[in-house]
């Protein structure tokens, strides 16, 4: 946390005025700086007698901007370092957001002028201020800076404390929408940070309800958004899109039908479904710029993949050949592209033409995927307690079969003597 530590006699509020307010008149000449400076000043130490630190902060940073591109970036952070401890004297939570609110605004609106510093300056901000709230405002006005002033490397690290963060915040659904598609903003400026990007854009499709009928309108192009960026990336073959209220209405929307019918193709069929879809609608993956090459390649890794998920385990190699439209010779090479991708665990019997898998990813993890995890899941539990019993069994006759041996042998040791 910043501490202020005075170097003279004068106020340094008062100091950080008088030094932005010559500053900023230094070109206009003695006799027109000179009244404007004194203004300025005057005003600041009635702010500062009265008390008013709102005021005060309000004509602090309105200086301090028009300056800051004149100035050492050590004396921009100086000055913002005396300008953001005025949240300290701050007691009504009413005032405090209201200067939380001018200063961050104040700091964000010239992204492309010291953009890494002003962005210090909000997380200083930030460090010392106690109300939830106003750390929460600060974080977005860090958000949209990173952003604009393209300093995003800076920022991405924060984003995995969000669940701690939000907890401390507690802020309400709206704010949660606007944190999570900020975050999902950010993480597109970088092409390395797709699968992130894509999680948060999730997590805001995900505050919708079937309820919400306004905001699911308002969640339309961002539900697109989602399914294109997911149908677009070579390395990601799960999401959860599918059953969000957000993503389901574009299933009926004339415009958009198109866009959830190939979800659903990715999610949930092979690669002849694509196939028949892409033939149909060429013009339309052209526009969102999708590459039928990129498609046809995950689609066959998908469709493997719900070959895969076959509650017998083996796949023929013809039934591989078949549903992905390859060679013989293709086949296994598609297996390894699997295994690479983490997609399925298997071996390869190529003496009888099989592949016997131990272990496939879910396309998807709704209702379907839960209660299969629970039938297995009881399946492993009744098996276990059937072993159990079967110790316990064989340990009471193994005990028994002892104890009569060694009645016999005392017995017998009795008729010797």
Known sequence: M?????????????????????????????????????????????SIGAGKSLELATLMVTSAELVSSKISEKDLECTYTIICSLVKNVKSPEELLEMVKVISSKV????????????????????????PYARFQVYMKALTLAVDGKVTEYIVSSFKKIDNFLKEWNIDIKDQRELFLAIANVLRENKSLVKESLTFLTKYLATFSNEDGQGLDEAKEEAVRAVIEFVKASSIFQCDLLDLPAVAQLEKDAKYAAVYQLLKIFLTQRLNAYTEFQIANSDFLQSYGLVDEDCLTKMRLLSLVDLASDESGKIPYASIKDTLEVNEEEVELWIVRAITAKLIDCKMDQMNQVVIVSRCSEREFGTKQWQSLRTKLATWRDNISNIITTIESNKVTEEGSQASSSSAVAIQGLTVR
Not at 110 to 131: E, G, V, W
């Open 108 to 131: 964000a609106q010239q992204p492309s002028d010291k953009a890494s510093l002003r962005l210090k300056i909000l997380f200083n901000l930030y460090n010392l201020l106690d109300h």
């Open 2 to 46: 910043t501490t202020i530590v005075p170097t003279s006699e004068e106020d340094p509020f008062l100091a950080v005025v008088r030094f932005t307010s010559q500053l900023a008149w230094a070109d206009a000449g003695p006799e027109a700086a000179e009244p404007e400076i004194t203004r300025l000043c005057k005003e600041a130490e009635e």
